[in-house]
T-cell receptor, first 114, second 113 residues
Framework: AQKITQTQPGMFVQEKEAVTLDCTYD???????LFWYKQPSSGEMIFLIY??????QNATEGRYSLNFQKARKSANLVISASQLGDSAMYFC???????????FGAGTRLFVKA | GAGVSQSPSNKVTEKGKDVELRCDPI?????LYWYRQSLGQGLEFLIY????????KSGLPSDRFSAERTGGSVSTLTIQRTQQEDSAVYLC???????????FGSGTQLSVL
């Protein structure tokens, strides 16, 4: 069975500093995809970054990078130069199971301090 | 519109009533998902449709929940005999083979009194 674990219910970071949000996953699939989504207080789900299981390079999108460690089954999100607007809920997700089924972790609430 | 559309945006119902929630995915998207999000919580997977394949219903919490997808497009999530614990935001998302990411609707806020 597939599972996503986010162990940090809440995180604080000082503005302009970097922060790492943890995500570990469990799957028996060889081919899978890992995602991070941001959910601000408005409730919308914003796609941030994607990493395929066969991608050798860590994915990067602007200030977001995904630290993919396949052997450890971790897919941590790194946000560089945090901004006040980064304060939100962050969800790690995984697609696998031979199709497009996508499951989400419990989320980490990030607070950026001025 | 080009995005995923959900209706209604808000639904208030009495305990024991049936409700139907609608999702209109992005045209051409073959995969459609339903998730439930309780206040301040994560996204709980409910059901997933992929093309003409049988849906993956493994996340439906009870037999009071059902969903269908007509013509490979619009989907309806039905909750029968609603209970107070069904109160949550129900999110729909769709995706295509050419894009890894899910596109989400704005959700339906369901309140069961």
């Amino acid at each position: 069975a597939q599972k996503i674990t986010q162990t940090q219910p809440g995180m604080f970071v000082q503005e302009k500093e970097a922060v790492t949000l943890d995500c570990t996953y469990d799957t028996s699939d060889q081919s899978y995809g890992l995602f991070w989504y941001k959910q601000p207080s408005s409730g919308e789900m914003i796609f941030l970054i994607y990493q395929g299981s066969y991608d050798e390079q860590n994915a990067t999108e602007g200030r977001y990078s995904l630290n993919f460690q396949k052997a450890r089954k971790s897919a941590n999100l790194v946000i560089s130069a945090s901004q006040l607007g980064d304060s939100a809920m962050y969800f790690c997700a995984m697609r696998g199971g031979g199709g497009f089924k996508t499951i989400f972790g419990a989320g980490t609430r990030l607070f950026v301090k001025a | 519109g080009a995005g995923v559309s959900q209706s209604p945006s808000n639904k208030v119902t009495e305990k024991g009533k049936d409700v139907e929630l609608r999702c209109d995915p992005i045209s051409g998207h073959t995969a459609l998902y339903w998730y439930r999000q309780s206040l301040g919580q994560g996204l709980e997977f409910l059901i997933y449709f992929q093309g003409n394949s049988a849906p993956d219903k493994s996340g439906l919490p009870s037999d009071r929940f059902s969903a269908e997808r007509t013509g490979g497009s619009v989907s309806t999530l039905t909750i029968q005999r609603t209970q107070q614990e069904d109160s949550a935001v129900y999110l729909c998302a769709s995706s295509s083979y050419s894009s890894e990411k899910l596109f989400f609707g704005s959700g339906t806020q369901l309140s069961v009194l």
